[in-house]
């Protein structure tokens, strides 16, 4: 019931979100003047600082979805290391969207400024930290995945000799 919470929580302003985005296109596009690459300029302008987020909330979309796949009758271990891995992707991700916005070609062609980048050693760090946390749980997927196939080739062979 929790994951559920949980789900609904993340999955519905995200679903509103993209709904006003998409509702917010066709005037977006008559405001522009009808131009294909003035369009692809303001997407990016605006999409770039929520990037991350969206991110972001897959991620905890996964862990959540992972919570609520975890049942007594049933093996942890495939529902942990599928979700620990799409969680993990989901930070390395998000993490990687946070540099991207301060990069200084982004900064300069999307945003037109070429003037000091404010809070630029705030978002790397993040992005250090969002990516090495992505790793993690990467790496304790793929020990988790590792774990299993040991455990049922020790008891295929334990199976023969019983």
Known sequence: M?????????????????LLMVVQLPKLWAHIGHRPD???????????PLLPYSFFAIALWFAADMVARVRPDRPLEPVLSKGLRRSGAGLILGGLAIGLNVTPWIWREVYNNTGRQPGVANDVLLT?????LG???LGLSQRIRTL????EALSAELEQYV
């Open 2 to 18: 929790k994951a559920l919470i949980l789900k609904i929580m993340i999955g519905l302003p995200m679903g509103i979100m993209v």
């Open 38 to 48: 003035i369009f692809g300029l303001k997407l990016l302008q605006g999409g770039l």
């Open 128 to 132: 250090l930290i969002f990516v090495t």
């Open 135 to 137: 790793l993690i749980l």
């Open 148 to 151: 299993q196939a040991a455990r």
